[in-house]
């Protein structure tokens, strides 16, 4: 329940192990190794070493591979669940190298595909923008390629749709040996034939020009538009069917996509130990590594390069040396690491790891603020469900583990206030069977009686401040601080624990209370030199009391979600309810129940999360915890699509 303690690691290796190393320390999973570029400052180092250039082209077969399932998916889509479990595989399976090159050679084909399907779209578009713009002439029966006699000319033309085509056709009409006709209009265009003697062309043209006119030509078209346009259809009809056949290619090589995604595992673990190797130092011969592992680990990682014949040094961190930050708890406790993690890591330094003293408060005021039985078990069989079925690894693991366990606190806290779906035992009873039945709380039911709740809630609140208090003690007294903490914890214990004192003995409790004031008073400002700035300090100190009251209140939060839990679910009982022992009546009662009741889980699900989440972030963590930690990223085989099972060695 602690900081797992780090120890330094340096390994001097020759450079023709150097890829099989990185591959067994990766097996093992307890490594981080660390760029060691800044060691090219010491004159000494950089003497006799550089930095090493490692050439690969697993980053380039990854593209590939990303290219080919993205082809799958859009063209030969397999639904599955975000719950469907990784498909397991051995270790010698998953680095068979035939399968790597088989699978590499089926991405090729599936990519060289794609190309010539994204070419026959490019053409298929090309041909519909032709075919787009003979389509407003395809009532005319003149070829559009002709230009008729030696005395006149065929010409094509269009002026804007906004432009009246009457005026036009008159001025054209009022020119002799010319013939203007519209052939047709969009909401764009009038699409016209001029006909003219060439004597009265230009004249023609110039007029026209003036209402709006512009002349269009056909380049390499022959024929009547309608003739063309056949002829795209059948061009268009070929690029479909040969799309269909590609297509159908792509889809046929649907089941080679457990390959490619197994593949795509192998090569971004290969791509991964690329960019380790580009960033560490070497010798003509040699190799040089460092990095971080848990102290407990070194035995393993120690036979490991004994056996590889590597030099190798462990020694502990040094005074300006920040190691990364690796949490062990109990495995009960491990979910909640991920309400840390959302906040910050601690430091190295601080040796305090705050999930075995926050997990035991967030578990009681999550079942404490939800407070139902038929939402715990809800919670609970969803958390089971996703762990059986999708045997989820990281966040998900520990967010379903986690429902598990807060489920069994909401079960247990809906027992104590009585609520079962809120009160629709009796709601039910009542109203559709004529006989009310009743489940007494074990405790007191908050709805009727919420002040006890209230009370609850405060004692519950203190005692997790004066946990956060004393963790800061600890931490101060770890530092050799023994006397800071009493003058800035001890004392606060004995101001706020008098009122505490007072409830049973009001004399008593004033006078712990007085004693603590006095020696924060005297104490707080203990820096300073001069008693005016000393008391000044104090006085200041005292009044951040006020804080703690506000902190103590914040707690009441579990007061308020529980009630809205339960004033939701009476209301959406009373509404299933409404439609009495009909039929429709029964009807009536399903629909509303589930659908009200999921509603009202949904929304205070996440309520309650964000709720006990700020408790244990503002009020807990503020107390105590040192943030600025960096996360420990060892080497490690991860994969995505595949769960790697490891055989012994």
Same mark, same amino acid.
């Given at each position: 329940?602690?900081?797992?303690?780090?120890?330094?690691?340096?390994?001097?290796?020759?450079?023709?192990?150097?890829?099989?190393?990185? /591959?067994?320390?990766?097996? #093992?999973?307890c490594?981080?190794?660390?760029?060691?570029?800044?060691?090219?400052?010491d004159?000494?180092?950089?003497?006799?070493?550089?930095?090493?250039?490692?050439?690969? @082209?697993?980053?380039?077969?990854?593209?590939?591979?990303?290219?080919?399932?993205e082809a799958?998916?859009?063209? *030969?889509?397999?639904?599955?669940s975000?719950?469907?479990?990784?498909?397991? #595989?051995?270790e010698?399976?998953?680095?068979d190298?035939?399968?790597?090159?088989e699978?590499? *050679?089926?991405?090729e084909q599936?990519n060289t595909h794609m190309r010539?399907i994204?070419?026959?779209?490019?053409?298929?578009?090309?041909l519909a923008a032709? +075919?787009?713009a003979?389509?407003p002439?395809?009532s005319?029966?003149?070829?559009?390629?002709?230009?008729?006699?030696?005395q006149?000319?065929?010409?094509?033309?269009?002026?804007?749709?906004?432009?009246?085509?009457?005026?036009?056709?008159?001025?054209?009409?009022?020119?002799?040996?010319?013939?203007?006709?519209?052939?047709?209009? !969009?909401?764009?265009?009038?699409?016209?034939?001029?006909?003219?003697h060439?004597?009265?062309?230009?004249?023609?043209l110039?007029?026209l020009?003036?209402?709006?006119?512009?002349?269009v030509t056909?380049?390499?078209?022959?024929?009547?538009?309608?003739?063309?346009?056949?002829?795209?259809?059948?061009?268009l009809?070929? $690029?479909?069917? %040969?799309?269909?056949? $590609?297509?159908? %290619?792509?889809?046929?090589?649907?089941?080679?996509?457990?390959?490619?995604?197994?593949?795509?595992?192998?090569?971004?673990?290969?791509?991964?130990?690329?960019d380790?190797?580009?960033g560490?130092?070497?010798?003509? +011969?040699?190799?040089?590594?460092?990095?971080?592992?848990?102290s407990?680990s070194?035995?393993a990682? *120690?036979?490991?390069?004994?056996?590889?014949?590597?030099?190798?040094?462990?020694?502990?961190?040094?005074?300006?040396?920040?190691?990364?930050?690796?949490l062990?708890d109990?495995?009960?406790?491990?979910?909640?690491?991920?309400?840390? @993690?959302?906040?910050?890591l601690?430091?190295?330094?601080?040796?305090?790891?705050?999930?075995?003293?926050?997990?035991?408060?967030f578990?009681?005021?999550?079942?404490?603020?939800?407070? !139902?039985?038929g939402?715990?078990?809800?919670?609970?069989l =969803?958390?089971?469900y996703?762990?059986?079925?999708?045997?989820?690894?990281?966040?998900?693991?520990?967010?379903?583990?986690?429902?598990v366990?807060? =489920?069994?606190?909401?079960?247990?806290?809906?027992?104590?206030f009585?609520?079962?779906?809120?009160?629709?035992?009796?709601?039910?009873?009542?109203?559709?069977?004529?006989?009310?039945?009743?489940?007494n709380?074990? $405790?007191? @039911?908050?709805?009727t009686?919420?002040?006890?709740?209230?009370?609850?809630?405060?004692?519950?609140?203190? #005692?997790?401040?004066?946990?956060?208090?004393g963790?800061?003690?600890?931490g101060?007294?770890?530092?050799?601080?023994?006397?800071?903490?009493?003058?800035?914890i001890?004392?606060?214990?004995?101001?706020l624990?008098?009122?505490?004192?007072?409830?049973?003995?009001?004399?008593?409790?004033?006078?712990?209370?007085?004693?603590?004031a006095?020696?924060?008073?005297?104490m707080?400002?203990? /820096?300073? +030199?001069?008693i005016?700035?000393?008391l000044l300090?104090?006085?200041g100190?005292?009044?951040?009391?006020?804080?703690?009251?506000?902190?103590? $209140?914040?707690?009441?939060r579990l007061?308020?979600?529980?009630?809205a839990?339960?004033?939701?679910a009476?209301? &959406?009982?009373? &509404?299933?309810?409404?439609?009495?022992?009909?039929?429709?009546?029964?009807?009536?009662?399903?629909? #509303?129940f589930?659908i009200?009741?999921?509603?009202?889980?949904?929304?205070?699900?996440?309520?309650?999360?964000v709720?006990t989440?700020?408790?244990?972030?503002i009020?807990?963590?503020?107390k105590?915890?040192e943030?600025?930690g960096?996360r420990? *990223?060892?080497l490690?085989?991860?994969?995505?699509?595949?769960?790697?099972?490891?055989?012994?060695?």
């Amino acid at each position: 329940m602690s900081i797992v303690k780090m120890s330094r690691l340096r390994i001097i290796a020759p450079q023709n192990i150097r890829r099989s190393l990185l /591959s067994e320390l990766a097996r #093992i999973g307890c490594v981080e190794i660390d760029h060691s570029a800044d060691i090219l400052a010491d004159p000494q180092w950089s003497a006799v070493l550089h930095r090493l250039d490692e050439v690969g @082209d697993s980053a380039k077969k990854l593209t590939t591979l990303t290219s080919a399932l993205e082809a799958l998916s859009k063209y *030969a889509p397999i639904k599955t669940s975000f719950l469907s479990p990784r498909r397991q #595989i051995t270790e010698q399976a998953f680095k068979d190298p035939h399968q790597v090159e088989e699978a590499m *050679a089926a991405a090729e084909q599936l990519n060289t595909h794609m190309r010539q399907i994204a070419s026959n779209y490019a053409e298929e578009g090309r041909l519909a923008a032709r +075919k787009a713009a003979l389509v407003p002439w395809k009532s005319m029966d003149i070829p559009l390629g002709t230009e008729y006699g030696t005395q006149f000319k065929v010409l094509f033309g269009v002026c804007p749709a906004a432009i009246p085509v009457e005026s036009i056709l008159e001025t054209a009409s009022a020119l002799e040996g010319c013939s203007l006709t519209l052939v047709s209009s !969009d909401r764009e265009q009038h699409y016209l034939l001029l006909v003219a003697h060439l004597g009265i062309l230009d004249e023609a043209l110039d007029q026209l020009k003036a209402r709006g006119f512009s002349l269009v030509t056909f380049k390499d078209v022959q024929g009547t538009a309608a003739d063309n346009i056949a002829q795209l259809d059948r061009q268009l009809a070929d $690029l479909d069917r %040969q799309r269909g056949q $590609l297509i159908g %290619q792509v889809q046929g090589m649907a089941s080679q996509k457990a390959s490619l995604e197994q593949t795509l595992d192998v090569l971004t673990i290969e791509s991964h130990r690329e960019d380790v190797l580009n960033g560490l130092m070497a010798t003509a +011969k040699t190799v040089y590594l460092e990095g971080w592992l848990p102290s407990d680990s070194e035995a393993a990682v *120690a036979a490991l390069l004994e056996k590889q014949g590597c030099a190798y040094e462990f020694s502990a961190p040094t005074d300006d040396e920040e190691p990364p930050v690796l949490l062990h708890d109990p495995v009960l406790m491990q979910p909640y690491g991920m309400v840390s @993690d959302l906040y910050a890591l601690p430091t190295y330094r601080s040796n305090l790891d705050p999930v075995p003293f926050m997990a035991p408060f967030f578990f009681i005021f999550f079942g404490l603020m939800m407070a !139902d039985v038929g939402y715990g078990i809800l919670i609970s069989l =969803g958390g089971y469900y996703i762990l059986k079925k999708a045997r989820p690894q990281g966040g998900l693991r520990d967010m379903a583990m986690m429902a598990v366990q807060c =489920g069994i606190s909401t079960i247990f806290w809906g027992v104590m206030f009585g609520s079962y779906f809120g009160n629709i035992v009796y709601a039910f009873s009542s109203n559709m069977l004529g006989h009310p039945v009743t489940i007494n709380p074990v $405790l007191f @039911d908050p709805m009727t009686n919420p002040i006890p709740l209230f009370i609850i809630s405060i004692v519950f609140g203190v #005692i997790q401040l004066f946990t956060g208090m004393g963790l800061n003690a600890y931490g101060m007294i770890r530092r050799g601080d023994v006397l800071g903490a009493v003058y800035d914890i001890g004392f606060w214990y004995l101001l706020l624990g008098g009122f505490i004192v007072c409830i049973i003995n009001v004399k008593l409790g004033l006078a712990i209370s007085a004693a603590g004031a006095l020696g924060i008073l005297l104490m707080a400002g203990r /820096s300073h +030199k001069s008693i005016i700035r000393r008391l000044l300090s104090g006085l200041g100190s005292l009044y951040g009391s006020t804080s703690y009251l506000s902190d103590v $209140l914040s707690y009441s939060r579990l007061l308020a979600l529980s009630l809205a839990t339960a004033v939701i679910a009476q209301v &959406m009982n009373t &509404m299933a309810t409404l439609g009495g022992k009909s039929v429709i009546g029964w009807i009536f009662f399903f629909l #509303i129940f589930i659908i009200g009741h999921l509603f009202n889980l949904a929304i205070n699900l996440l309520g309650t999360f964000v709720h006990t989440s700020r408790l244990q972030y503002i009020e807990f963590f503020g107390k105590f915890f040192e943030s600025g930690g960096r996360r420990f *990223a060892p080497l490690y085989n991860k994969t995505k699509f595949v769960e790697v099972i490891k055989e012994g060695k």
